[in-house]
Structure formats: C-alpha cells, structure tokens
C-alpha cells in the first residue's frame, strides 16, 4: 500500500469511540497502542499529527448499565472515562483529542449533519421491525443468529424483538456509489480479507437502516421529532468529525472540517467494519462531503486459544496487566506477535518468553556489552571514527543502510510485525558480529583501527535499533539514547504541544534513521541496564 498521507505534512488517525458500559479491556488498549504507534511515527517524520480517541456514550446499552448501577448515566460515562484516561496514561498514549460524544459541541454537530442528510432528501418515516443487539447496538438477521436468539457476537446475550415507527436512511440510495468507490479506491478498505467481506455483503444488496430510536432517552433528541433520539452509531461516527474542532473554534460544521477532514486513518476491529466501510461513507456521500483515505480493520485475539468473553471469566484486564509488567513489554507483546489485521492470541507465559528474548537477551545484551566494551576499550567515547571509514562491505553498514526505508514503508504498511522483525534482525546481526569479530581479541593484538571500527558499527546500530523502536517502546528507546550520549526524550518529541527545548525546535528526525548518525569522539553515557527481564505474575482476570 502507498500511503497518500505518509508524503503530506499533516496525519489524521482515529481509534475507535470505545462504548463506556464497562471498564476498558484488552481490544481497547490493542486498537490504542497500535493508533499511539502509528501516530509516534508520523511524529518523528516531521508530520503535524493528530491521534483522535474517545468515548461512545450514548445508546441503551450504557443507558441500562447506569440504571442497573442506580446513577445517572452521565455519572456513570463519567466514571468510565476517567478509567480509559488513566489507561492510556499508564500505556503511554500521547493522543491529542479525547472526544466524548456526550459533549455539547458534539450535539451541534449531529444536529447539523443531520440536516444535511434530511435535504437531501435521504431521511424517511417507516417501521422497523427485528431483532436486536443491545450489546452490538444493532439489528441482526434471523438467519444470523445462535440457537435460542443469541447473538454470534455475544453468545451469552440473546436478541430482543423491536417493531417501532423509525426514521431511516436511505442507504440503498448509495450501493452503486459504494460499490464504485471500493472499485475505484482498493487500500479504502484494509486488509484485503476484509475488504473483500465488505464487497460481498455490499453485492447482497444493502438495505436502509433506521437512526432513530423510541423509548431510548440517553441520545440526542432527533432534530425533526423529539420524541426520538439518534441511533447511537449515526451519533458517534460523528465524533471523528467533532474531534476536529479547535478547543476555542466556534463550534460548525464548517469549522470542524476546515482543515483535517478527510480523516487520514480509521484503526478499527473487524466487528465493526461495516459501520465504517458501509454506513459511514454513504452517511458523508449523502452529506456531500469528502471521505476518509482509510478504515483499516485489525483482528481478534484469544486468550490461550479460547475467545475472551466476561462470562467465560478469562477477559484480560489491560489495567493489572499494565501494573504487573509495564506498558512497554505489552506493547511489543501485542504489536510484534500479533500480525496487525490478523487473528492473533495472547498467552502469558509467551508474552514473556517473546519479550526476554527480544528486549532483554537481544536488544539489552547489545546495548549492554557494547557499551561495556567502548567504557573499557575506548575511555567511554564513542571510537574515533565515522560512519564513512566503516567498509562499504561491513555486514552492519549493509543492513543498516536499508533498513530505514524498510522500516519507513512497514510502519506505513500498519505491518508491526514486519517493522520490529527487521530491526531485530539487526540487532541479531550485531550481537553476531561482536562475537565474531571478538573485539577484546583485538584490543589484546593492538588492533586499535579494527577495534574501533568494530565498535563504532555496532554503537551506530544499536542506535539505529533504538530509534525505529521508539514508536513502539519509547522508553526503552530514550534509555539507549541516553546512554549513547544522545540527549532526545522520544516520549518529547511525540507530544505535540510540549514547550520543551528538546522538542521546540524538532522538525523532523529523519535523518536519524540513517545508518551513521553517531558522532567520532562523543562521549557516551553510563551504561545500565534497558530491560529487566520479566517473570510470570499471572496478572488477574477481570
Ligand atoms: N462504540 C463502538 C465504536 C464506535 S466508533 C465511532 C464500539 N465500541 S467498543 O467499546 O465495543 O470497542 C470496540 C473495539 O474493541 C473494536 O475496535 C474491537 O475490535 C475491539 N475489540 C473488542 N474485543 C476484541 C478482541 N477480543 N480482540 C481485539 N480487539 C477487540 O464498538
């Protein structure tokens, strides 16, 4: 895939508005991380980011749940919010909007999009009768569902029968619109399984749905009839648009598209696809405005094998998990094991053995003994010598000369895996190389040329390492970089509004990922440790 943004100054990309019935879970932290990711790249390329996140507060679901706890819904959103705040502080999120669709401004959007539907001409009473998914907040088709009306998405949940006067849209309006945008737009829709899915649900014929509901008091009022409130995806679609406004913007329609619509990226999971790729743009057709560049639909995860569900009682609770080992093995965990856009599991002793392997005995133990090795050999400087004296023919040079743009066109691709895969891969070879070219065997012969040039290739490519790392375990990155004697804070330069020196005058470390950035002769930091290896806690099931 080729990105159009990735060349453009500026990066739009949205996780998913999360429901607020419950407390955050794994998913949520998943679609997040890999959004954070995404974003932190785009940031070290210079471009002018935005990571849109937030909450989806409307809706029966959430309206039941705050009853059911006996407070009133707004409390109850409340509450919740602060516990997806607080997770995406400890998993080191540096989003830029937090978008909640029970803000006021969020209203006056929805009011006016909705008005633009309704001219032309795309709104209409009727009767909507079915089952529906309180849980998915959706009508199903009879032939999809499990024995006794379950519902495939929540089996332990069964389906409810509504027959009640609705206002619908006139999706069928668009088939022939969407079918020629996938047509014409084949990376619209990411990976390519799913947007196959898409085509295939598409080619049976849409139907219109309703957006409206009765009897549900926790939305916003329907502009044509109070008596009705939005249907809660018609309201929080909206939300990537309402993200947009400028804090102190006069809140309009016009304004919040002003300058970053169309959305670059929407980072979602394959459950809801067919809002994004099906609903969403034929909603913005019939508003008549642009659409989004992407919807990319990442993949499931079990746990140990078995679909995670509450009722099964092996739901991951991404907060102790969090606690228990860190946010930056977590995030390696997830985005280097599981192929971004496939299914993928989570299992803790693996999670474990993946990140002492990778961080500890890998990436730690070269950071560690090299500069360990330059602290002895070289009086804690970096050798002198540059990039330029290294042989053309040096196997580091080679792999560290491309490995930039590989890794440049893996992020760009979404492909994690392939990212981490190929940094690896130099640190793998760099670790090789000091035991094959034994350094202390050339200190001992006086080889002091060789020596230093030995040094200097696996210095500049634990460093390079550190650096396309950074999207993903910035922490760790910033630990090397120190210790390499590089004053740069990543965690900084991924904070778009930060005043620091460091970052204020940041605008575009590209250049860093170039094999032979270290400095002849710099002084390098005090070596110590990256990475603790980690031992099974068993972190608790919620
Ligand atoms: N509120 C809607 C989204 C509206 S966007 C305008 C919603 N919210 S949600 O809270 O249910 O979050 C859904 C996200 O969690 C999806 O992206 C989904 O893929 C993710 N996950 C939920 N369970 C998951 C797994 N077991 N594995 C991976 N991700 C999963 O839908």
């Known amino acids: 895939m080729n990105h159009p943004a990735s060349h453009s100054q500026s990066f739009t990309v949205t996780t998913p508005l999360y429901y607020v019935n419950d407390v955050p879970h794994i998913g949520h932290a998943y679609t997040t991380m890999a959004a954070d990711s995404i974003a932190r790249w785009h940031r070290l390329n210079g471009r002018?980011?935005?990571?849109?996140?937030?909450?989806?507060?409307?809706?029966?679901?959430?309206e039941r749940t705050a009853i059911a706890a006996g407070v009133n819904p707004q409390v109850h959103c409340d509450r919740i919010v602060a516990k997806f705040d607080s997770l995406?502080?400890?998993?080191?999120?540096?989003?830029?909007?937090?978008?909640?669709?029970?803000?006021?401004?969020?209203?006056?959007?929805?009011?006016?999009?909705?008005?633009r539907v309704w001219d032309s001409g795309d709104i209409?009473?009727?009767?909507?009768?079915g089952w529906y998914c309180v849980a998915c907040e959706e009508f199903k088709e009879e032939r999809d569902l499990l024995a006794d009306k379950h519902c495939p998405l929540h089996p332990s949940k069964q389906v409810e029968w509504r027959d009640e006067s609705n206002y619908f849209f006139r999706l069928s309006k668009y088939q022939q619109q969407l079918e020629a945008l996938y047509a014409e737009r084949p990376d619209f829709i990411l990976p390519n399984s799913r947007r196959n899915e898409v085509l295939k649900f598409v080619a049976q014929g849409l139907q219109d749905f309703s957006i409206s509901r009765v009897n549900v008091d926790w939305g916003i009022p329907l502009p044509t009839d109070p008596d009705q409130t939005i249907y809660v995806w018609f309201d929080a679609l909206l939300g990537y648009v309402t993200a947009l406004l400028d804090p102190d913007a006069q809140v309009s329609l016009d304004n919040a598209l002003h300058s970053r619509w169309p959305i670059d990226l929407h980072l979602i999971g394959k459950d809801i696809l067919r809002f994004h790729a099906v609903y969403w743009p034929a909603m913005l057709m019939s508003a008549k405005l642009p659409l989004p560049e992407r919807v990319f639909a990442h993949g499931y995860f079990t746990k140990d094998g078995k679909k995670i569900s509450k009722s099964e009682g092996n739901a991951i609770d991404p907060i102790a998990l969090v606690d228990c080992y860190g946010a930056e093995p977590l995030r390696y965990y997830f985005l280097k094991e599981i192929e971004f856009g496939q299914d993928g599991d989570f299992n803790e002793t693996r999670f474990i053995e993946i990140v002492n392997a990778d961080l500890a005995n890998s990436l730690g133990n070269l950071v560690n003994r090299t500069l360990g090795m330059a602290k002895k050999y070289c009086q804690g400087y970096i050798p002198n010598c540059n990039a330029t004296d290294i042989a053309a023919d040096n196997p580091l040079k080679i792999l560290g000369r491309d490995l930039g743009a590989q890794v440049?066109?893996?992020?760009?691709?979404?492909?994690?895996?392939?990212?981490?895969?190929?940094?690896?891969?130099?640190?793998?070879?760099?670790?090789?190389?000091?035991?094959?070219?034994?350094?202390?065997?050339?200190?001992?012969?006086?080889?002091?040329?060789?020596?230093?040039?030995?040094?200097?290739?696996?210095?500049?490519?634990?460093?390079?390492?550190?650096?396309?790392?950074?999207?993903?375990?910035?922490?760790?990155?910033?630990?090397?970089?120190?210790?390499?004697?590089?004053?740069?804070?990543?965690?900084?330069?991924?904070?778009?509004?930060?005043?620091?020196?460091?970052?204020?005058?940041?605008?575009?470390?590209?250049?860093?990922?170039?094999?032979?950035?270290?400095?002849?002769?710099?002084?390098?930091?005090?070596?110590?440790?990256?990475?603790?290896?980690?031992?099974?806690?068993?972190?608790?099931?919620?």
């Not at 209409?124 to 009768?129: A, P």
Request: glycine letters at 4%.
């Open 88 to 115: 995406w502080s400890k998993l080191d999120i540096k989003y830029d909007r937090f978008i909640r669709t029970t803000a006021p401004a969020h209203r006056t959007i929805v009011n006016e999009f909705f008005q």
């Open 124 to 129: 209409y009473k009727g009767t909507q009768q």
């Open 408 to 542: 440049d066109i893996a992020y760009n691709n979404l492909a994690f895996r392939d990212a981490c895969e190929a940094i690896l891969n130099l640190v793998r070879s760099s670790n090789k190389y000091i035991d094959d070219l034994a350094p202390w065997a050339l200190f001992k012969q006086d080889k002091h040329l060789e020596l230093a040039q030995v040094l200097y290739s696996v210095l500049e490519s634990a460093r390079l390492s550190a650096y396309l790392l950074s999207p993903i375990v910035p922490k760790i990155s910033t630990d090397i970089y120190r210790q390499l004697g590089l004053n740069i804070d990543f965690d900084l330069i991924c904070c778009n509004n930060s005043n620091d020196d460091n970052t204020a005058s940041v605008e575009n470390w590209k250049h860093h990922q170039q094999w032979g950035i270290l400095q002849a002769n710099s002084q390098l930091g005090e070596p110590q440790p990256i990475f603790t290896k980690l031992e099974v806690k068993t972190a608790p099931s919620s």
């Open 48 to 62: 002018d980011v935005l990571l849109i996140t937030g909450t989806d507060e409307h809706g029966q679901k959430i």
